[in-house]
């Protein structure tokens, strides 16, 4: 099956810093999207961005798919934003589920 | 913004017992889906559902498990015989159409606790 990479693995940032995170994909996908998990464990729909470039307030993502990358931008980090990203991909050649990344886990100091 | 909702939030269980987890999918949804985190892992998937069918599942959705769209709004994971390892978080999800275009929607998650 598809094989999902993310990093890095670990972030910590000072509040106000900006970010990237990145996700590898190993085969042609239908679908990505990026996902952050909330302390509760909930998972937020973040973007659907299988390619192209969208943004939404201080996040942005980028999938270039004919390199098999995305990535996702923070811009001026608030302590809000800490949690788990989880990037997730559907392949273009079998069924419909999402495979998921293991995620980074990134802590915004005050 | 419509929502997949899931019951119950959390559920503690003996070793053993069956445990039912309940789905209510966005309501034009036509695939639906249950996914599993175990506590500090990625999230992995169970099991697909499509047309009153399981369309796909995953080496992890075996003879313990069942799925069930006993109406026409609910969507239920029934585990038969809990064990410890089944503690996880579970998440339902769905999406309008198959492919391209169709973002997948997660409900908040159901934590089971198997003791």
């Known amino acids: 099956g598809i094989q999902v990479e993310q990093s890095p693995p670990d972030l910590i940032l000072q509040e106000g810093a900006n970010s990237t995170l990145r996700c590898n994909f190993s085969d042609s996908v239908n679908n990505l999207q990026w996902f952050h998990q909330n302390p509760w464990g909930q998972l937020i729909n973040l973007f659907y961005?299988?390619?192209g470039t969208k943004q939404n307030g201080r996040l942005s993502a980028t999938t270039v798919a004919t390199e098999r990358y995305s990535l996702l931008y923070i811009s001026s980090s608030q302590t809000t934003d800490s949690g788990v990203y989880f990037c997730?991909?559907?392949?273009?050649?079998?069924?419909?589920?999402?495979?998921f990344g293991e995620g980074t886990q990134l802590t915004v100091n005050p | 913004e419509p929502e997949v909702t899931q019951t119950p939030s959390h559920q503690v269980t003996q070793m053993g017992q069956e445990v039912i987890l309940r789905c209510v999918p966005i309501?034009?949804?036509?695939?639906f889906y249950w996914y599993r985190q175990i506590l500090g892992q990625k999230v992995e998937f169970l099991v697909s559902?499509?047309?009153?069918?399981?369309s796909e599942k995953s080496e992890i959705f075996d003879d313990q498990f069942s799925v069930e769209r006993p109406d026409g709004s609910n969507f239920t994971l029934k585990i038969r015989s809990t064990k410890l390892e089944d503690s996880a978080m579970y998440f339902c999800?769905?999406?309008?159409?198959w492919g391209s275009g169709n973002t997948i929607y997660f409900g908040e998650g159901s934590w089971l606790t198997v003791v």
């Open positions: 997730a991909v559907e392949e273009e050649t079998s069924g419909s589920r999402l495979t």
């Open positions: 309501s034009n949804h036509l695939y």
């Open positions: 559902f499509y047309n009153n069918e399981i």
């Open positions: 999800a769905s999406r309008r159409g």
């Open positions: 961005i299988p390619s």
